[in-house]
């Protein structure tokens, strides 16, 4: 009987050390296994950020190239006929719908032609009609009231709903200032068309 408690003693004191060993060992595996899970989802979060930034940044440029160097948005405004109106409209509209695979189907791009007082979605449409009447009475507000935006993305916030949006107007000679996407009142250009997205 004497040998069997010495026997436990000793395994006692053995599995003691095993035992802060393992804990010890546990903790280390754990804690290197969260901190690579929070770095791998920094990365992908990373990630993600750079393909959201990019695709702001192509839109940008389109929205941009597009008022610039295309004269569909001058000659839509400035047509009094309907056919050419509508020939201009499928004309951007099949720009953006070449444009959109790039990106994703998630982003909406609306034109407002001045003369005409027109407001129209020039890609499908993905919000429910009743927010989409209250982003066009938004947007003719915004645009009617000449306010002078900051040239880069807004947010509109609809319902429970918030948007960005990127709002250029194009002016008769086809110029833009960097800093604002508005001519204010009385500055002698009236504004032609506005294209949101």
């Known amino acids: 009987m004497h040998s069997i408690q010495k026997d436990a003693r000793i395994l006692f004191?053995?599995?003691?050390?095993?035992?802060?060993?393992n804990i010890f060992i546990s903790y280390l595996a754990s804690s290197t296994a969260s901190a690579q899970s929070?770095?791998?989802a920094e990365e992908?979060?990373?990630?993600y950020l750079d393909t959201l930034e990019n695709q702001i940044e192509s839109i940008e440029r389109f929205v941009i190239w597009t008022t610039q160097h295309e004269g569909i948005l001058t000659a839509m405004n400035d047509t009094g006929h309907q056919y050419m109106l509508t020939e201009g409209l499928y004309?951007?509209?099949?720009?953006?719908?070449d444009f959109q695979p790039t990106l994703s189907q998630k982003y909406q791009f609306f034109l407002y032609l001045n003369k005409q007082d027109f407001f129209t979605n020039c890609s499908p449409l993905l919000?429910?009609?009743?927010?989409?009447?209250e982003i066009r009475s938004y947007y003719k507000e915004l645009i009617r009231s000449g306010e002078r935006l900051p040239f880069h993305w807004n947010m509109l916030k609809t319902g429970d709903t918030y948007y960005l949006y990127y709002l250029i107007t194009v002016l008769p000679d086809n110029s833009r200032r960097s800093?604002?996407?508005?001519?204010?009142?009385?500055s002698g250009r009236q504004r032609l068309s506005s294209y949101i997205c």
């Open 13 to 21: 004191l053995i599995l003691i050390p095993i035992l802060i060993v």
């Open 127 to 133: 919000v429910n009609y009743s927010d989409y009447l």
């Open 179 to 186: 800093s604002f996407p508005f001519e204010g009142p009385g």
């Open 44 to 47: 992908v979060m990373d990630m």
């Open 38 to 40: 929070q770095k791998h």
């Open 91 to 97: 004309s951007l509209r099949s720009r953006i719908s």
